[in-house]
């Protein structure tokens, strides 16, 4: 496994590595699908939006380390060499530990937030998009307070708008933050909702597409009102 | 872990299977013809009918111990639905996970058959511990209400709803009794909810309590109590009433069970929802389905003990 630097070269490759591919699949059989069951319980409405196949683009809000593993358990196991969620590289690929589970296990593709030297961050998730990957990205950039969402940043319009064909399906979930918020390690058990929203196409503006998918998530929100939580 | 070969108990089981068969044929059979029967609510109310029954006969019919830990894990999901429903505060989420804890520490109060503890271990001991790790949590915004609403929870999903694993320890060593006292409750309380909803589609009309439930109608009201007395007469083999005064316990079973369905639905009026969750298809939550037995478990048990054992 090379270093965090040859970050665009190594995120192609990982997902396909036999050895980890086991660990993987083994990782959400035997833990995350039964947590998911068992400590979790998901409220899932509008399954039949979810892609069948990729490529594809999920954008959900992000509260939670759970936000991750819980939307890769709503596809077929099948399906999970086709997962690739894109994190942060200052983030996941500082500690050596977290940056071999955010690879071989979550398989993750690393993302540049701040790229230097004219690099392009956004080449590898074209390239996982051109396979045929299904990509999961949180707009909003970090976990932030748990169960606010934040404005969104326009990278996925830049991604959209050099794959226009790709869907970008919007998911908006509840209940995470509360069972793990940002910065505590106990687990509580909370019931799970998750909204699937109707695909977003892109629509040949930046401002306009951002529009629309703060709009479909504010739409999301308000199928299902949550409880107070301060 | 083994099977009980108790022929009563093979039997009573065999019969909710055969109802289950009617309602089966009468749903996806007749309802083709009939739309009213075939309703996609219907059709999905008797196919979890299907997995809630085989669940609970599988965990009646293996030890003392699977049925133990079958209602409590039916306690956590009521206890998780609960609490994700209401208003909860960020401070309290370990609270919470207390709370959470109380439920295998009740349980194992009633394995081990330790009465005394069982009674008062969430009345006494939870009441006074959860808003003393509250105050070590030091938020005082909403404590009243976090403090109440918590405890609320707890009695009601899980020190309530182990009135019905203490059923199980009543007779002592005789496990396929206690067996009995528990399919009686659990078969007596669902039968009124469904005949409480069966005769106030066929002829309701006038309703209880408007304004809390619209759905509740004085012929459902009275055409449940009645088909629980008779059911609960005819079932008086699975305990040591005689048959009369089994009618009676289901009638009042029908009352008790008609005031627990009346409570959540006033919960939920509260808290602006329909259902508790979408865990039974039809049914709603959790919670939608174990209301009335929140109320008819602790009123059977206590009076079972006090006549009979």
Not at chain 1, 49 to 71: C, E, F, Y
Request: charged residues 15%; aromatic residues 12%.
């Amino acid at each position: 496994m090379s270093g965090p630097t040859s970050a665009t070269t190594t995120g192609a490759t990982t997902a396909s590595d036999r050895p980890a591919a086991l660990l993987r699949w083994l990782f959400f059989s035997l833990i995350v699908r039964p947590a998911v069951l068992v400590l979790l319980g998901l409220n899932l409405r509008h399954r039949e939006r979810l892609p069948k196949q990729g490529p594809a683009i999920l954008v959900a809000n992000h509260n939670s380390h759970l936000d991750t593993p819980v939307l890769m358990s709503l596809f077929p196991q099948r399906l999970l060499p086709r997962l690739r969620p894109v994190a942060a590289v200052d983030y996941f690929l500082k500690d050596a530990r977290r940056a071999w589970f955010a690879r071989n296990i979550m398989g993750i593709i690393p993302l540049e937030r701040r790229p230097e030297g004219g690099a392009d961050p956004l080449l590898p998730l074209e390239r996982a998009l051109d396979r045929g990957d299904i990509l999961i990205l949180f707009p909003e950039g970090t976990r932030g307070e748990p169960e606010k969402m934040t404005a969104l940043k326009s990278g996925i319009a830049h991604l959209a708008r050099r794959r226009p064909d790709v869907p970008v399906v919007p998911i908006f979930i509840h209940g995470l933050g509360k069972a793990l918020p940002k910065g505590e390690a106990l687990l509580v058990p909370f019931f799970v909702d998750l909204f699937v929203g109707e695909a977003i196409a892109w629509s040949g503006d930046r401002a306009r597409f951002m529009e629309d998918l703060a709009a479909r998530f504010e739409g999301l929100a308000h199928e299902a009102p949550p409880p107070d939580w301060q | 872990m083994f099977v009980r070969l108790d022929p009563t108990i093979w039997w009573t089981i065999a019969g909710i299977y055969a109802v289950l068969l009617l309602a089966s044929v009468l749903v996806f059979g007749v309802g083709r013809r009939v739309p009213a029967l075939g309703s996609r609510d219907l059709c999905q109310r008797v196919t979890s009918w299907w997995i809630m029954a085989t669940l609970f006969a599988i965990a009646i019919l293996l030890d003392r111990i699977a049925s133990l830990v079958f209602l409590g894990f039916v306690s956590f999901l009521a206890l998780k639905e609960y609490l994700s429903l209401i208003p909860t505060r960020r401070a309290d989420r370990r609270v919470l996970f207390l709370a959470y804890l109380a439920i295998p520490v009740q349980y194992w109060w009633v394995g081990t058959e330790w009465y005394g503890m069982f009674i008062i271990f969430i009345p006494v001991y939870m009441f006074l511990l959860l808003p003393v790790r509250m105050v070590l949590a030091g938020e005082t915004q909403g404590f009243l209400r976090a403090a109440g609403t918590v405890h609320w929870g707890l009695t009601i999903c899980v020190f309530s709803l182990s009135h019905a694993a203490y059923l199980l320890m009543l007779p002592g060593d005789d496990a396929a009794a206690g067996a009995g006292l528990l399919l009686f409750l659990v078969i007596v309380t669902e039968a009124n909810d469904v005949a409480q909803y069966f005769w106030g589609k066929l002829f309701g009309r006038a309703r209880v309590t408007p304004s809390i439930s619209p759905n509740k109608t004085w012929a459902g009201l009275i055409g449940g109590i009645l088909t629980s007395a008779v059911l609960a007469g005819l079932l008086a083999f699975l305990t040591p009433m005689s048959w009369w005064i089994a009618a009676l316990i289901g009638a009042a079973g029908g009352i008790a069970g008609f005031c627990g369905d009346l409570v959540m639905s006033a919960v939920k009026r509260d808290l602006g929802i329909k259902d508790t969750g979408g865990m039974l298809p039809g049914h709603g939550g959790i919670l939608d389905r174990v209301d009335s037995l929140v109320f008819t478990a602790p009123l059977f048990m206590h009076f079972i003990r006090y006549f009979y054992y």
